[in-house]
């Protein structure tokens, strides 16, 4: 095939990815009135585990959870004998509504040009439209953060709800952190296998001093414009403020110890309020997460070991490890992995046949992934003020059979439909036709 066709047909897939990628499904009204959910198995997270339980909501609000039975007074009510209801599974980190598909640059969008983009927010670019949001939320990952990437300082990290109209109805926390991508120092072998030449320790030491610079002429703008309100506005630095203030959290993107161990007392020194992501070896520095009380999400429990010395169990056993080291942990996916983000229960369910419980497995992707968004005042458990963001399934969700009969995002009953049901629907009713396949 010659080169004009081919690019030919890149521009053409270029041009029509975006539309045939297109999500259809309406999103869901508010909610009109309260919603009893009764007699269900009732999966709190923060507590017991209620079997028979009842728990309402209203005006997107859980009003109570219980054991014994509630008056319905007028709400709708869903009997849920032998079913289970869960809170939402939240997904750390992502870049959900940001990627739709890899080979195709119009359809990414999830970084700026430049290495210095605090003022830049990750909300704002996703696309509601996405056809991934509909194919998540199908397996009960109903909130998920959104990363930035690229440079030095990507931008300000957003935690969304996987159902909305618009970005504005998706954002939950349009400024949950700031995300940095600490800089590595690689071998130079490495650095020559890879092409990238020069010494990458002197590239560190470069990259760290850029954010040096960065972090002090922020102090410097708000002391001065707290002392001074004429001093004229930075949006750069007024952005960071909420970081510099310890009221929002930097997200470090660490894979090493060396990089843990730079970049762990450099936040401590500026005060600063720390998680990290990736996590990689994790286990190699439980001890300064511990230490330093820094939460971590740890990507992914279906990959091969980043070393040939290291089991191939090293992945399933790194949850339970770090565990048992005190360590404050959640799972996630990677941040560019959009099109498997469906799977964040599987991941999970992978790693109890290797020393997690049950337990916290379901904790690591709801409740402790609210905490490490520092959303967990509002989603990641079933607890009376919180958020009425849950699914009822009609068995265990780390079970590959198991079906979401319903869920629910701030009390709104969404719907549970995609490109994959949609077209299971069409080919059953042509064998249906066929003769080939019985009626339902």
Known sequence: MSTSIHL???????????????????????????????????????GEVIEGGDLLFEDGVIQAVSAERLDAGEARVFELEGRHVFPGFVLATSTLGLVEVDSVDMTIDTSEGGSLNPEVYAAVAVNPDS????????????????????????????????????WEDLALDRHAGLAINWPSERSSRFRRWSGGGG???????????????LFDAAAAYVAAKDADPTVPTDLR??????ILTGEDPVFLSITTRKQAEAALPWCAARGLRVAIAGGRDALEFADLLVRHDVPVAITSTHRLPHRRDLSYATTYELPAKLEAAGVRWCLTMGARDSSNARNLC????????????????????????????????????????????????DGDPFELGTKIEHAFVQGRKISLTDKQTALDAKYREKYRQRGTLKRD
């Open 346 to 393: 599987y991941e999970a369910a992978a790693a109890v046949p290797h020393g997690l419980t049950p337990a916290q497995a379901l904790r690591s992707v709801t409740l402790s992934s609210a905490e490490f968004l520092g959303i967990d005042d509002h989603v990641g458990s079933l607890d009376k003020g919180k958020h009425a963001t849950l699914f009822v399934a």
């Open 131 to 166: 056809w991934h949001l509909p194919v998540t939320r199908r397996n009960g990952v109903l909130v998920a953060g959104v990363f930035p990437q690229g440079g030095l300082v990507p931008g300000r990290v957003s935690t969304i709800q996987l159902d909305g109209w618009s």
């Open 199 to 213: 010494d990458s320790g002197d590239r560190a030491k470069r990259q760290i001093a850029e954010l040096d610079a």
């Open 8 to 46: 030919k047909l890149a521009a053409l897939a270029a041009l029509t990815a975006p539309a045939l990628s297109q999500d259809l499904t309406p999103s869901a009204a508010a909610q009109e009135g309260p919603v009893l959910l009764r007699g269900a198995t009732i999966h709190t997270v923060s």
């Open 237 to 242: 630095f007024e952005a960071m403020r909420p």
